[in-house]
């Protein structure tokens, strides 16, 4: 296991780096998508980050914006510095500094992993299917 992966969680770090582009206009659907995870737990986080007066919700119609707080904003520079020092090996491209250090923190992750014993089991219990008869 890569230390980034032990030190920083892959979906609250690559939600609080996505509204740390305050280019775009973030609400909780779109941040979901940005950061692979699920709208509840994004919800759920935002009310934890609006309590620790991360962010802040701003009505527009029936969207909620979302914005990180000035305290946010330095708490999201510090965690994308994080990112950048353990990320990978000098000389590795990225693209820009949110966008890549968002995308950096799931590079780790293995591409398949072997299956559990559990699946085995299931395998195996499954009756195999049938060949067609040969003409």
């Known amino acids: 296991m890569a230390m980034q992966q032990f030190v920083l969680k892959k979906k609250p770090t ?3 780096l ?18 692979g995870a699920s709208y509840v737990y994004v919800v759920n986080s935002l009310e934890g980050l609006q309590a620790a007066g991360w962010v802040r919700f701003e009505p527009r119609g029936r969207l909620k914006l979302v ?7 330095q708490a999201a520079a ?9 990320g990978p ?18 590079e780790a992750e293995p591409a398949s992993s072997p299956p559990s014993a559990h699946a085995k089991a299931d395998s195996a219990d499954r009756p195999k ?3 067609a008869p040969k003409v």
């Open 18 to 35: 996505a509204l740390k582009d305050a280019s775009q206009a973030w609400y909780p659907s779109k941040l979901a998508k940005a950061s």
């Open 67 to 73: 914005s990180l707080t000035e305290r946010g904003m």
């Open 14 to 16: 690559a939600l609080i």
């Open 89 to 106: 090996a000098p000389g590795a491209t990225a693209g820009s500094a949110s966008a890549g250090a968002a995308a950096r923190i799931g």
């Open 78 to 86: 510090a965690l994308d510095e994080l990112v950048r020092r353990t």
């Open 129 to 131: 299917e049938k060949e």
